[in-house]
């Protein structure tokens, strides 16, 4: 199964993982991560911050960031693509799928809109707009969609910037935010993902040890569900067993299964409107995603492997 960690520049994604995945391991649960792409891109193309910078003020004269997150797309879809492909090989040798943590997800649609809604005003709507749309088209991003979109394979967590920015931390690289832009950054993510159709969990607990535990908890109580929703429906024979709380409204958001957005990426710089974030994920009532109280009861507290981790479903 995927665990994909997204949020704000800065935010703390990487340490969440690492410090994720110290703590599974240690309850003998098997892990690979999935680091993030734009780095390893950036170095293969000798690119820096301060060019990200400038191409963001400037557009026209330099594509560097609009390339950067076309680039991103794909790159990151054939990672994902190839921990499916070990975790099928390791099911159909019958043994125990490792546990797949993601660094980044679903980033380079929020950076756009984040930069797009920033820039407008410097006629630079309609090239921020473009690349949206080739990324929503593209194969690659349609694909990581719909892994985002199973809750069966895929648990989605954004992480709440409030108490856990590291901005001081400066590596040449990361496009750091102040608190305000990503706390607005965020919002953006959560309006992103319901437009998406893509459920969601927020983390919000305030230091690193209180994280781990909060997101271990949110992986049991998927497993939880999960496995007592795919019992359900072998015994009713029916269904895939998953609601659609948290879908866009009719009306609203992405457009279709293609995730395009009607009427264009939206003046507000996000996918196309919307301005609250109505709780994604399976049984989240609003207020920031966060999945219901665990409706199948708890499993072995001593060990993360379940049901649910040892599934694994094709990607066709």
């Not at 125990?96 to 809109?113: A, F």
Request: proline letters at 3%; aromatic letters at 4%.
């Amino acid at each position: 199964m995927f665990i994909v960690l997204c949020g704000a520049g800065s935010c703390g994604k990487t340490t969440v993982v690492t410090d994720l995945k110290l703590k599974l391991e240690a309850e003998g649960c098997r892990c690979v991560v999935i680091t993030e792409v734009a780095r390893d891109i950036m170095r293969q193309k000798e690119m820096t911050r301060h060019d990200l910078n400038l191409a963001i003020q400037d557009p026209i004269k330099n594509t560097a960031f609009l390339d950067l997150q076309r680039w991103i797309v794909p790159e990151h879809w054939q990672q994902l693509f190839e921990a499916q492909k070990m975790q099928d090989a390791e099911l159909d040798g019958n043994r125990e799928s490792k546990l797949v943590l993601v660094d980044r997800g679903p980033d380079p649609l929020i950076y756009i809109c984040h930069y797009m809604k920033k820039e407008s005003r410097q006629g630079h709507m309609q090239l921020y707009s473009n690349a949206l749309k080739d990324i929503l088209d593209s194969g690659s991003w349609q694909k990581s969609r719909d892994l985002y979109r199973d809750e069966s394979r895929c648990l989605v967590v954004l992480i709440d910037p409030l108490h856990c920015l590291d901005s001081g931390k400066e590596d040449g690289v990361r496009l750091t935010l102040a608190l305000d832009d990503a706390l607005k950054f965020t919002e953006l993510f959560k309006n992103t993902l319901n437009q998406q159709k893509i459920p969601f969990a927020m983390l919000k607990s305030q230091d690193r040890q209180a994280r781990v535990d909060e997101l271990i908890r949110l992986i049991k109580r998927r497993a939880s569900e999960v496995g007592i929703e795919r019992g359900a429906d072998r015994d009713s024979g029916g269904g895939d067993g998953r609601d659609r709380e948290g879908e866009e409204e009719e009306g609203g958001g992405a457009g279709g299964d293609q995730g395009v957005p009607r009427g264009g990426a939206g003046s507000e710089g996000n996918l196309g409107g919307g301005d609250t974030a109505r709780g994604a994920a399976r049984g989240g009532g609003g207020g920031g995603g966060e999945p219901s109280p665990n409706r199948c009861g708890s499993i072995d507290d001593g060990s993360i492997t379940s049901a649910w981790i040892q599934r694994g479903v094709g990607l066709g």
